[in-house]
């Protein structure tokens, strides 16, 4: 029997979801009162375990303490020093992130499973006995003040750095950008303090994805759950209220001579993923400038050849969201880009969006969330991201329902409603045209 020719002239048809629903992780709690939310995958040799810790930047007593508390925990032990942990990681072909948010920290590991006795016991002593000690922590400061002072002469940095500012206030943890004093004000008694306050062990969750059975479950309460840890009690973290403060001039330019380009960002405060109009909010601004075949990308990349790439975006931060829009060009074609961002959203707002374009966005974003679904380790991240946004179980089916749902009308009503560029501060650093 001959099989059928496969005519590649006909596109293959597109199948559009019509539920969603995001795999759950299996939750348990282990003597210590810790909870594990795992993620099994047979067929994977590999083990991801995330550690959450409350407290973050916006916890933190002064600059930096949060994040090299996080960064030290690998630079010495009681039973392991630096050399001995990067050696064994690396004997053992681990993995390890160290990463420090507004307010959580967290520690991820990768690991075989076949490896796992013996990289568990290195992750707890990092997390249970560090010791934060002074000769390794004036190394990684020299490292990190060193690479500050590189990242000061970039003008994206600069840019950045400028509108946050602008944005928030000085004050405000996300307005407030490290300065080279700040990095000589770290000592490990600044870093204990900040350790012995948030990393015990009824400030913690952990979340296991891959290689996920009952010896590994074993093997991670043996290490973590089987007593409690840390010298604070089990009190959750309180939540920190920062009140943003922008104020200036709407417009700002940093002089960086010899830069081949302008580096251009604008924003403006917004909501965040708490907001009702926050999941339809997002189909609009991946309409105005998040993918590659949006309003800004359209126009200002393809027909005007103004910029090889523009982006809009929104960041959630605790208590503000922000809408931020990014490109670089040449000096020379900074005002006409700005023009030119003001005239799409002067355009969304009075006309329309036709229902061919709207659609192309729905799919787009649909896929993106298949894709971004599709393994146990993207599924852990994602329910991370619930977990630390304090959202509920209904957020992955919300984001759906507000895909499908949103019509024209509500693009332009939103559109009106959140894309002001009276708004907006635009800050624009790079070399001065006379």
Excluded at 208 to 228: I, M, P, R, Y
Excluded at 246 to 259: D, M, V, Y
Aim: with cysteine; aromatic share 10%; charged share 25%.
């Amino acid at each position: 029997m001959s099989e059928k020719k496969l005519d590649r002239n006909i596109s293959p048809a597109v199948s559009v979801p019509r539920h969603w629903e995001v795999q759950e992780p299996v939750r348990t709690v282990m003597p210590n009162g810790i909870p594990v939310y795992a993620f099994p995958a047979d067929e994977s040799e590999v083990v991801r375990m995330d550690i959450l810790f409350g407290g973050g930047r916006w916890q933190q007593e002064q600059p930096l303490q949060a994040l090299f508390a996080n960064r030290m925990l690998r630079e010495g032990t009681r039973r392991f020093s630096s050399e001995q942990i990067a050696e064994r990681l690396d004997y053992y072909g681990a993995w390890l992130e160290l990463s420090c948010a507004s307010e959580y920290t967290h520690l991820a590991l990768y690991s075989l499973g076949k490896y796992l006795p013996q990289t568990l016991a290195l992750l707890e002593s990092m997390v249970t006995e560090p010791l934060f000690p002074q000769k390794e922590l004036d190394v990684v400061l020299d490292n990190n003040i060193r690479q500050f002072l590189i990242n000061s002469s970039k003008a994206d940095f600069l840019a950045n750095r400028a509108l946050m500012k602008a944005l928030f206030g000085d004050r405000h943890p996300v307005g407030h950008w490290a300065c080279e004093e700040d990095y000589r004000r770290i000592s490990p008694e600044v870093l204990q303090s900040f350790y012995r306050q948030f990393y015990h062990s009824g400030n913690c969750a952990i979340y296991l994805a891959g290689q996920v059975d009952e010896h590994c479950l074993q093997l991670v309460e043996e290490h973590f759950g089987q007593k409690a840890f840390g010298a604070a009690s089990a009190c959750p973290v309180p939540s920190c209220l920062h009140r943003a403060e922008t104020a200036g001039e709407s417009s700002l330019f940093i002089e960086r001579k010899g830069a081949a380009q302008s580096v251009v960002r604008m924003g403006c405060l917004s909501i965040n993923q708490h907001h009702p109009d926050y999941l339809k909010l997002r189909v609009l601004v991946t309409l105005f400038g998040g993918y590659f075949g949006s309003r800004l990308m359209t126009n200002i990349r393809e027909e005007k050849g103004y910029t090889y790439g523009i982006s809009a975006g929104l960041l959630p931060y605790p208590e503000n969201g922000l809408l931020t829009i990014a490109a670089d060009t040449a000096g020379q074609n900074v005002q006409a880009l700005v023009q030119e961002v003001f005239r799409e959203m002067d355009r969304l707002q009075e006309e329309p969006v036709s229902a061919d374009e709207l659609e192309r966005v729905r799919r787009y974003m649909l896929g993106e969330m298949c894709r971004s679904y599709e393994s146990v380790f993207s599924l852990s991240d994602a329910w991370i991201f619930v977990h630390v946004s304090g959202l509920q179980k209904s957020y992955f089916a919300d984001i759906f329902q507000a895909i499908r749902r949103i019509t024209p009308d509500e693009v332009r009503n939103l559109a009106r409603k959140y894309l002001c560029k009276e708004k907006l501060k635009v800050v624009v650093c790079g070399e001065k045209i006379p």
